[in-house]
């Protein structure tokens, strides 16, 4: 839906499904989806758990995801008898004739999904492909992805369309399916499972946090925000651990409804400005039907001085919040609260079109103001707290921040940078395996830059930088488990605060390859940690924790134990340094390689004298070190 035209979102808005352009949800965590079909009674719809229990009613769809619901119209099946019996067959023979399959074979889904996509100006057509689709796919799903024509007959007339009671045919199927799948009579759930999902996260105030409550209930919901609340109730003793809300819903209960939609007690009814898509369109205000604020351009006329603007998809109604909210104080607040919010975010829907032209216009040159959406992401302030800790760490240290300079012209830290540098590079002449060491470390950038092949990908390294020390984290995909390295040996308890970070590690690896595609990733959130079994452990931190890291990356391949023996002995360890240090100068994705290398030939003559000045200063700090003790 994300990438519909506007005639095709102002045609499902037509036919009473427009709620679903606001639906964010791509995916389904699987975690807790048995545990809900359990806790479901299918005769009585009582959601049943811990005590506690409520019932789930149309309604609760029509919360949930805005489908329509006509208590006057059920929605009526094609008959079930055989073809020759049939009095709706020329109906599905229809159907199959305009897909080019057999009076008796299946329409596959990926059929409609081209058909859909053909039709980019909407149309009759496209809406009976799209609500054919959706209840296929996932209101009332088929084992085998093709199309359920039980619905053909309520697709004939369009119009018609938005007068079924669609939001009872989900429960009614989704009732079936659990009944069918706990006799054992399916072994793959055919109900639209996401509605009981929903239902609980806003019926269970678990911690005691209130959910939004604006309709449609799909819309506050992201896979991200799914995920974390999920994962939040398995580190509970069980599911269901919280309180109900008693009072808050049915939200849509409460309303007066009107060809199967929620309408306001005005005159300016909500079908009116939402849905009535072939009169606006009329008057060339086409941009009305676009879900949010993106576009929308409020009515200005020309002889009046008032300007309307048409409420976006989710924004509550004044009806909506009136029947929430029992003080009149609170009540008018909100109102204030709604109409500032829709008035100021179309005008800066027209400030983001201006940002995004000047961003086309200069590619080389992107201007981000405070009004992009870059800064709309808490992640982002999260990184920018990051990056300015770690400034002030710095700034604090002995020389501050001249000390982590390399190479710049004016910098107090440059010439001792120059000199610990060359003591890494030429202390020991390994020139001969400075190739292979350089095409693997070419091979982990190009990993880092996210070039590599899904498909063979085993394992991923994640290298972390935590109280001036560096450890590893494996994640390995073939044998399902997340490994830990680290030269350091921990104590119980810090082992399980080590547990904890890797559980958030797991859950953003798992969402960052998902997004690329890779199919073990929704998996990872699941995979046990493991320490493994390393020969060179040490019993205190030192500087060669990064060297640990990167020879780990270099040579571990996923077994329970991994033994270096060049690790084990300092001078070896200075010998490693230098070749990679050595590497990584040498690499082509070095942006600074040849200005590095100028200035290594022009300090080639007094090579000697470093080298003495170095000597001389690492028996001046071990001198040092011995005085202070």
Known sequence: ??????????????????????????????????????????????????????????????????????????????????????????????????????????????????????????????????????????????????????????????????????????????????????????????????????????????????????????????????????????????????????????????????????????????????????????????????????????????????????????????????????GDVRALFLLMKRDLEVVTNFHIAALKEKVCAQLRAFPLCPLVSQIHTFFSDPKVFEMMDEIVNIVLSVKNMPGGLNEICIFLDGSSGAKNAEVKFLELAFKEDNASQVDELQNCWHEWLTVNNHGFNLDTLELIFIPIFSSNHYFLFVVNIPQKKIQFIDSLSYDKQEKCALCQLCECLADQVSMFFDGMGLVNAPYIIDYPMEFVTLNWKSSKQNVDCGLYVMMSMLLFHGSDEFSCDNLKKAPMRRVLRAKICTALVLSERNDVRSEILDKMKAMRPSRPQLQKEVEQRRKQELEDLKKNE
């Open 1 to 326: 839906m994300n990438n519909f035209s506007v005639h095709k979102k102002r045609d499902v808005m037509e036919i009473g499904f427009g709620h679903l352009l606001s639906m964010k949800l791509t995916r389904t965590v699987t975690t807790m989806l048995p545990w809900l079909v359990d806790c479901f009674d299918h005769g009585s719809c009582m959601f049943l758990f811990g005590g506690k229990e409520f019932m789930i009613d149309e309604y609760d769809v029509y919360d949930v995801f805005g489908l329509p619901l006509n208590p006057s119209k059920d929605v009526v099946e094609i008959s079930h008898t055989a073809n020759e019996r049939n009095p709706d067959f020329h109906i599905k023979l229809k159907w199959r004739n305009d897909f080019n399959v057999g009076p008796n074979e299946n329409i596959k889904l990926g059929l409609i999904e081209e058909r859909i996509k053909d039709l980019d100006m909407g149309g009759e057509e496209f809406k009976r492909m799209f609500v054919m689709h959706a209840f296929s796919s996932f209101f009332s799903p088929t084992a085998n992805r093709t199309a359920d024509l039980r619905i053909a007959k309520c697709l004939m007339d369009v119009d018609e369309i938005r007068t079924y009671n669609w939001s009872k045919y989900v429960l009614d199927r989704l009732c079936e399916a659990v009944r069918k799948y706990k006799n054992g009579d399916l072994d793959y759930f055919t109900g639209c499972v996401m509605l009981l999902q929903l239902v609980y996260f806003h019926r269970l105030k678990f911690r005691n946090k209130e959910v939004d409550c604006n309709l449609p209930l799909v819309q506050h919901w992201t896979d991200e925000n799914v995920k974390d609340r999920v994962s939040s109730e398995t580190k509970a003793v069980c599911f269901g651990c919280g309180c109900l809300d008693t009072t808050t819903y049915l939200v849509s209960k409460k309303l007066r409804f009107v060809d199967g939609q929620a309408v306001e007690y005005s005159k300016d009814l909500m079908d009116e400005v939402n849905y009535k898509g072939k009169k606006k369109s009329s008057e060339g205000h086409e941009n009305d039907f676009d879900t949010g604020f993106s576009r929308g351009v409020p009515n200005v006329s020309s002889y009046q001085q008032s300007i309307t603007f048409p409420l976006p998809l989710g924004t509550p109604s004044t009806e909506e919040i009136l029947s929430r909210e029992s």
